[in-house]
């Protein structure tokens, strides 16, 4: 009897790993239903190397492939095509080769009687929890279309946020990335030249003229450390990254970052708010669907507090009751939870603190856009202004002694 390894929640949020034999997936979904574990990912382990999909770092779908698939499938599945058929029809026309070759697999999968939700769970980097769990909760209530149809407009919405935080952030660095290059072609070819020129004349030298040409030395000699210097913010960051508690450190801090530290935290209320409200809609109990809250909201300093929210929860307190002891909720967030818990309109009151926190950071990130362009060109005029008066103050000091 094949055998599957499977990844799960139980009813308390907590995270189980195991297998199970079972005649088929389908059979082994049930298996677990009955055990109250929610599966997240489901494979076969049966099944041959030959038949899986082996890429490095695994399979990439942009963004914008996956939200346009959503709503396609949402919309083809309303007009009476059968599941099956709309992700075949899309497996062909999808954009992205790595995301056809996945949608091909799910058809045929689904062509040999396993369900849409079983399928795609077994594509954890490209299928989202939040995808997988409405998806099966749609399948279980008969209520399919609907679900689609809300998935299709929480992806839309969240690329929609993500993109404005992208282009908030897009002048910036562009600029920064200007100054550096602009500066290192300076130092590198243009300051050696006035150096043999001063070192001709014998004058003695402004202190930040000695200043710009002992760092312009510095980069011709050590140009190999600063090429490290450069790369070392992004190893950093990976190391980080790569710790639980340092990673929360890093984006707690991240939200105290003047102006750009309050668009990264109403991003992340929106995105708490707005997937929370979608899970609580699909009837997926309140642990669980705050262990996947946890995990998606962006942030980890953010998803800790979940987190903890989760164990209050189960010990039986309400949800708004631990969140008035953070500020990394904000009051009116806490308030519309309170009220939505009371009127039992808890899916209500998310949906409207998304909607707004999504309102927000589009009028933020235009307002931060509009203010950053021109301050980001007077610090590279200021920069680049220094530079060049550094190194012409010995002429006029020559000028003058003439």
Known sequence: MPKFRYKAVNATGKKMTGTIEAA?????????????????????????????????????????HFTIFCRQLATMYRSGISLVEAVRILSEQSPGKPFRKILAVITAE??????????????????????????RAGEAGGNLDEMLERLAIFFEKERATREKVKSAMVYPVIMMVIMVLVVTFMMLFVIPRYVESFAMMEIELPLPTVLIMGMSNWMQTYWYALLLLLLLPVLLLRVIRGNERASRELDYWKLRVPVFGKLWHKQAIARFSRTFSSL??????????????????????IGKVISDIREEVRSGNSIAEPLQA??????????????GERSGSLDTMLEKVADFYEADVDTLADRLKVLLEPLMIVALTGVVGLIVLAVLMPSFKLMQNM
């Open 326 to 339: 953070t500020w990394l909720f904000p009051p009116m967030v806490v308030q519309m939870i309170a009220v």
């Open 110 to 135: 689904m062509e040999g009687g396993t369900a849409f939700s079983v399928a795609v769970a077994a594509h954890p980097k490209i299928f989202t929890p939040v995808f997988v769990n409405m998806v």
């Open 280 to 301: 609580y809609v699909a009837a997926i109990p309140i642990l669980p669907s705050l262990t996947i809250v946890s995990h998606v909201v962006g942030n980890a300093a």
């Open 24 to 64: 088929s997936e389908q059979i082994a979904l049930d298996k677990l239903s009955e055990q109250q574990l929610w599966a997240s990912s489901l494979t076969d382990l049966s099944r041959s190397l030959l038949y899986r999909d082996i890429e490095l770092g695994g399979p990439q779908v942009k963004t914008e």
